[in-house]
């Protein structure tokens, strides 16, 4: 059963009632059977079996690492993984292999955790769709789900038509369709202003982002540097829990992550919502919030109010400025951080070699698409001498605000922030890429990206399905380095809505039939 939860998979193996190379097989198979999804960009199929068998051996010892041992886990493109080429989906790092691991993926890989693969992504991890690599777009497995697929005959749509398929968000949402597909029971995602959380919420799975310094960021090919924080994407919140208690904690590599310990938790099952302040920010009411959204958002609301905890309207005022600030700072960033890609040192050389300019010059015209060209651009503007004060300085000075906001309104005692995730639910492909990329992103980021600006954790939950039968997620913001009470929440919240599984009878007939290896109790 791949459809069960990581904790589920975990008894099982130490139960004996799987192996962790059956385990391993089947979900390498099921990752075969699902390639026209485009979730992954490398398959690691010598590695992750050779790693399953050494934790079979380890079971046979009665030594295992922990709870993550055996257990099948994808990671995105954007993370370094030695000896397994890393690409960020783009031209400049095409047949890249990092020498080193990121931090996380190493303690992934310290517990005993089966790596299957690297996962489809925008370029550089800009975008929001997952459409923009040059591995092609990364296609939702809710596009052949049965809940979809009735809807639409219903609805007279032609879902069986091949351009009827949807995206998935982005720009994790390789890691996004891998959870949501069965193929792994946990993904790492990258998260600069959503771009876990926006995926998450259009494949149905929960996209943690916990807060910034708590996870080390050693191994990440960056984005925005000051706002990036790798994150977690599972089936359930207690499964986010369990990998986020592998992750955290400082690293000495990474400046940026605290120094406090951290203490590995267990979410309980049961809390006392009389004694929870939830927070509805009335900012949030954006436009172009879909009536099914809103509607969700506010039911949610009252299954809190219903079961006892205070419920109130609260004020961030400067949220109508993040859009634009997010923008500034992130291209500004961007613009620092891909001068390192110059074909001097890794990666991608032209061979236009009159001049070192010329080489410089061809390199990054060949090695980018045009998304990130433009950002290169937009983010050298911003920091032109003569603009730096008037565009950069300023939305430093915003971003400030944007932070402030939050702090006054958890000091007023609320304990944590309910927001929708995205406008609405996901869309057909034909129809996404009718907009730009940056337009796009403005739209898909609004209600994510300030809690990247203002360091803090948060958490989608997939909540319903929309009359069209795709998933609408609700996103919980909470105080910084309250990791705990965010999930416990969240867990709640989760156990309330109780949100229907991802019915992918569909999906098989689009794609091969599975290989069938030799099956235990457990798959039967």
Request: proline residues 4%; hydrophobic residues 40%.
């Amino acid at each position: 059963m791949l459809r069960v939860s990581l904790r589920e998979i975990s008894a099982a193996l130490k139960e004996g009632r799987v192996s962790p190379t059956e385990l391993c097989q089947r979900c390498l198979s099921f990752i075969k059977a699902t390639k026209f999804l485009n979730a992954y960009i490398t398959i690691a199929e010598e590695t992750a079996l050779k790693q399953a068998e050494e934790s079979e051996e380890r079971y046979r010892r009665g030594q295992i690492l922990g709870d993550l041992d055996g257990i099948p886990v994808a990671v995105k493109d954007n993370f370094c993984t030695a000896g397994i080429e890393t690409t960020c989906a783009s031209n400049m790092l095409k047949g890249y292999i990092p020498p080193y691991s990121a931090t996380v993926v190493q303690k992934l890989l310290d517990q005993g955790a089966v790596l299957l693969g690297k996962t489809n992504l925008d370029e550089f991890a800009m975008g929001s769709g997952s459409t923009d690599g040059i591995f092609g777009p990364v296609r939702n497995p809710w596009s052949y789900s049965r809940q979809y697929r009735e809807k639409s005959v219903q609805n007279s749509h032609t879902a069986n038509e091949d351009s009827n398929w949807l995206v998935t968000g982005g720009s994790s949402g390789g890691s996004a369709a891998a959870v949501s597909s069965f193929t792994c029971f946990a993904a790492l995602g990258s998260d600069t202003g959503g771009s876990t959380r926006n995926p998450a919420a259009h494949c149905g799975v929960v996209g943690l982002k916990p807060t910034y310094g708590l996870i080390s960021r050693h191994g990440l090919i960056p984005l925005v540097n000051s706002m990036d924080v790798p994150g977690i994407l599972t089936r359930c919140v207690d499964d986010a829990a369990i990998v986020l208690g592998v992750l955290a904690g400082h690293d000495s590599k990474d400046s940026t992550t605290v120094q406090d310990p951290f203490k590995p938790f267990e979410l309980n099952s049961f809390i006392d919502a009389s004694k929870l302040c939830i927070g509805i920010p009335k900012e949030y009411h954006a436009p172009g919030l879909s009536s099914e959204t809103l509607a969700l958002w506010s039911k949610a609301a009252d299954l809190f109010e219903n079961a006892g905890a205070k419920v109130m309207e609260v004020s961030l005022p400067h949220t109508r400025y993040s859009i634009i600030c997010y923008h500034v700072l992130c291209t500004a960033e961007v613009a620092s951080n891909m001068a390192r890609f110059d074909g001097l040192e890794y990666g991608h050389r032209s061979s236009m070699d009159k001049s070192t300019e010329v080489m410089y010059a061809a390199t990054r015209r060949e090695g980018f698409n045009d998304v990130v060209r433009g950002r290169i651009l937009s983010g050298n503007y911003f920091l032109l001498k003569q603009n730096y004060e008037t565009y950069f300085v300023k939305a430093q000075k915003v971003r400030r605000l944007i932070a402030n906001d939050f702090v006054n309104v958890f000091r007023s005692g609320i304990d944590v922030l309910l927001t929708p995730t995205t406008l609405s639910d996901t869309v057909p492909y034909v129809e996404f890429i009718k907009e730009d990329n940056r337009t796009r992103s403005a739209q898909d980021d609004i209600f994510t990206q300030a809690a990247n600006m203002a360091g803090l954790p948060a958490i989608t939950v997939p909540t319903a399905l929309s009359e069209k039968g795709l998933p609408i997620g609700l996103q919980f913001i909470g105080r910084a380095f309250q990791e705990q009470q965010l999930l416990t929440v969240a867990k709640w919240f989760e156990k309330q809505v109780k949100f229907p599984m991802i019915q992918l009878q569909g999906m098989m007939d689009h794609g091969h039939t599975i290989c069938h290896h030799q099956k235990s109790a457990f798959f039967s």
